[in-house]
């Protein structure tokens, strides 16, 4: 398995940056891709950003040129760089792992850290 914890999270205004952070461990050769979700206030899941062992990235349209996904393998770090923040970005932003796990595979989710926009 993979364990996930995140930091970064915090309050910004509208046009701001951050970069949330996720420390990773566990079974590094069972991961299929990492990325970030997140839950917005009225509980809408959606995924921002994936990424695969191959560097292969993904976005959502709602995100794209303007949150950047990416690693530090040496580190065991995965990041997103969120710039040009807007109100409809404030979520709990999650990072995620998908790993092989057993014949199928899991996702496991860090703890989530909290990203507030304000207008």
């Known amino acids: 398995q993979v364990q996930l914890v995140e930091s970064g999270g915090g309050l910004v205004q509208a046009g701001g940056s951050l970069r949330l952070s996720c420390a990773a461990s566990g079974d590094f050769n069972s991961i299929i891709n990492m990325g970030w979700r997140r839950q917005t206030p009225g509980n809408q899941r959606e995924l921002v950003a994936q990424?695969?062992?191959?560097?292969?990235?993904n976005y959502a349209d709602s995100v794209k040129g303007r949150f950047t996904i990416s690693r530090d393998n040496a580190k065991n770090t995965l990041f997103l760089q969120m710039n040009s923040l807007r109100p409809e970005d404030t979520a709990v932003y999650y990072c995620?792992?998908?790993?092989?796990w057993g014949l199928g595979s899991r996702t496991n989710w860090g703890q989530g850290t909290q990203v507030t926009v304000s207008s």
């Open positions: 995620t792992a998908d790993f092989y």
């Open positions: 990424i695969t062992t191959t560097d292969v990235t």
